[in-house]
């Protein structure tokens, strides 16, 4: 437990993200410290054998016992409200040690259509490869879900907003009928983090984040954790202390670093992206702005009433086909051309031929992946800059 956990009861989300999971040492350090080793010593070949077997608390091998990554998962989890979380290397290696975890041959998940594009393709190509199936649907349709559901079904997996057409998923609603049928619902709650929107409150069983985006916030490391109860969190850390995709400690450390102004960053990245979009809504050359914050979008309502804020990623259709869209995205000076998201500086992409780009041409149409949309990462830069820059190529 931590030093801070007695003071901590009731402490709001500012608080927590600066001191949840601090364990200062005897050296009295009072930023968090930084452990860089690949294993711990024991006092006695038994001590071994007890912390080995779990028998006795303490570390056993930096795989799946660290310091510093047990910091950041205590951390994420109060965030979340959650009873515990387990760190990983990447976002999608957070959701491959759910699943491996959780499902077997023969089981089934029930996905939104709208996801990050790996992420259909590993639930496709590799999870149906070792007998696990998958039906996706739409996200924003509760009959579409209800419909969806097979005996099989053990998980439910969603993201919301969704990546990148900003899709929100009723999570009251869709957890009611996921537990109804003995299943667990999953949210990557990436674009919001806990400083937006807390599924868990909701009745989601496990949070899963890529950690890379918004938890860093300055494009720097890679990291993955999911969230969630002590028991499924085991499940998940069984497979993580056996398979390996385990989050470097330095990483977690630069997380922990991050997470001290997630909230501020995030409020700021959501006024800058409300602004671009009311602006690109005004722009003759653009077809269409996916944006929850927006009245017109079709889960404005439900964002409000999820989420404190609307988060900084859109997208919007430029007239036109993917030439036109190509040569908006080519004409930007500002904007950095990259598929990550969730950094200070604003970046721009094109999701068809990207991050959704191993899709089949006849998932994408079904994903409203178009040819001509185009995906920005809202940054932290003066707005009327961006405003100038995206004009090169819009004008």
């Not at 924003?140 to 439910?156: K, P």
């Not at 009311?278 to 927006?294: D, F, I, K, S, T």
């Given at each position: 437990m931590s030093e801070y956990d007695d003071s901590l009861t009731g402490a709001g989300l500012d608080t927590l993200a600066v001191r949840a999971g601090c364990h200062r040492t005897a050296e009295g350090e009072h930023s968090e410290a930084l452990f860089l080793t690949s294993s711990y010593v024991f006092g006695?070949?038994?001590e071994a054998a007890d912390r080995f077997s779990g028998d006795a608390p303490g570390n056993v091998y930096s795989r799946y016992t660290n310091p510093t990554v047990r910091a950041f998962e205590e951390r994420i989890a109060a965030l979340e409200k959650a009873e515990s979380a387990i760190a990983t290397a990447s976002g999608?290696?957070?959701?491959?040690?759910?699943?491996?975890?959780?499902?077997?041959?023969?089981?089934?998940?029930?996905?939104s259509r709208s996801v990050f594009g790996t992420t259909t393709v590993l639930f496709t190509k590799y999870l149906q490869r070792f007998g696990v199936g998958v039906t996706f649907v739409d996200p924003t349709d509760?009959?579409?879900?209800e419909h969806g559901f097979q005996a099989n079904t053990r998980l439910v997996f969603v993201e919301t907003p969704s990546n990148p057409l900003c899709d929100v998923v009723d999570l009251q609603a869709l957890a009611d009928l996921t537990h109804a049928r003995g299943a667990k619902l999953v949210v990557d709650n990436c674009f919001c983090t806990p400083a937006l929107q807390r599924p868990i409150e909701f009745g989601a069983d496990l949070i899963i984040h890529s950690a890379t985006k918004y938890i860093d916030g300055q494009g720097r490391c890679l990291g993955g954790v999911v969230a969630g109860d002590?028991?499924?969190i085991n499940e998940v850390l069984a497979f993580v202390r056996s398979a390996g995709p385990t989050l470097s400690a330095f990483?977690?450390?630069v997380?922990?670093?991050?997470l001290e102004t997630l909230r501020l960053r995030m409020e700021a990245h959501s006024r800058n992206a409300q602004a671009l979009a009311e602006w690109l809504q005004r722009q003759p050359q653009v077809e269409r702005v996916y944006y929850a914050g927006l009245p017109e979008h079709p889960g404005h309502e439900l964002a409000r009433k999820q989420q404190s804020a609307f988060g900084g990623v859109l997208s919007f259709q430029v007239k036109g086909d993917q030439a036109a869209a190509w040569r908006v995205i080519d004409s930007t000076r500002i904007c950095s051309l990259t598929a990550n998201l969730g950094d200070a500086k604003t970046t721009i992409v094109h999701p068809a031929t990207t991050t959704h780009g191993r899709l089949t041409p006849e998932q994408r149409a079904e994903s409203g992946i178009a040819d001509n949309l185009i995906r920005l990462a809202v940054g932290l830069e003066d707005v009327e800059d961006l405003k100038n820059d995206l004009l090169r190529g819009l004008s």
């Amino acid at each position: 437990m931590s030093e801070y956990d007695d003071s901590l009861t009731g402490a709001g989300l500012d608080t927590l993200a600066v001191r949840a999971g601090c364990h200062r040492t005897a050296e009295g350090e009072h930023s968090e410290a930084l452990f860089l080793t690949s294993s711990y010593v024991f006092g006695s070949a038994q001590e071994a054998a007890d912390r080995f077997s779990g028998d006795a608390p303490g570390n056993v091998y930096s795989r799946y016992t660290n310091p510093t990554v047990r910091a950041f998962e205590e951390r994420i989890a109060a965030l979340e409200k959650a009873e515990s979380a387990i760190a990983t290397a990447s976002g999608m290696s957070a959701i491959l040690s759910t699943c491996m975890a959780l499902l077997q041959v023969g089981d089934h998940i029930l996905c939104s259509r709208s996801v990050f594009g790996t992420t259909t393709v590993l639930f496709t190509k590799y999870l149906q490869r070792f007998g696990v199936g998958v039906t996706f649907v739409d996200p924003t349709d509760l009959t579409a879900w209800e419909h969806g559901f097979q005996a099989n079904t053990r998980l439910v997996f969603v993201e919301t907003p969704s990546n990148p057409l900003c899709d929100v998923v009723d999570l009251q609603a869709l957890a009611d009928l996921t537990h109804a049928r003995g299943a667990k619902l999953v949210v990557d709650n990436c674009f919001c983090t806990p400083a937006l929107q807390r599924p868990i409150e909701f009745g989601a069983d496990l949070i899963i984040h890529s950690a890379t985006k918004y938890i860093d916030g300055q494009g720097r490391c890679l990291g993955g954790v999911v969230a969630g109860d002590q028991d499924t969190i085991n499940e998940v850390l069984a497979f993580v202390r056996s398979a390996g995709p385990t989050l470097s400690a330095f990483n977690a450390w630069v997380f922990l670093k991050g997470l001290e102004t997630l909230r501020l960053r995030m409020e700021a990245h959501s006024r800058n992206a409300q602004a671009l979009a009311e602006w690109l809504q005004r722009q003759p050359q653009v077809e269409r702005v996916y944006y929850a914050g927006l009245p017109e979008h079709p889960g404005h309502e439900l964002a409000r009433k999820q989420q404190s804020a609307f988060g900084g990623v859109l997208s919007f259709q430029v007239k036109g086909d993917q030439a036109a869209a190509w040569r908006v995205i080519d004409s930007t000076r500002i904007c950095s051309l990259t598929a990550n998201l969730g950094d200070a500086k604003t970046t721009i992409v094109h999701p068809a031929t990207t991050t959704h780009g191993r899709l089949t041409p006849e998932q994408r149409a079904e994903s409203g992946i178009a040819d001509n949309l185009i995906r920005l990462a809202v940054g932290l830069e003066d707005v009327e800059d961006l405003k100038n820059d995206l004009l090169r190529g819009l004008s």
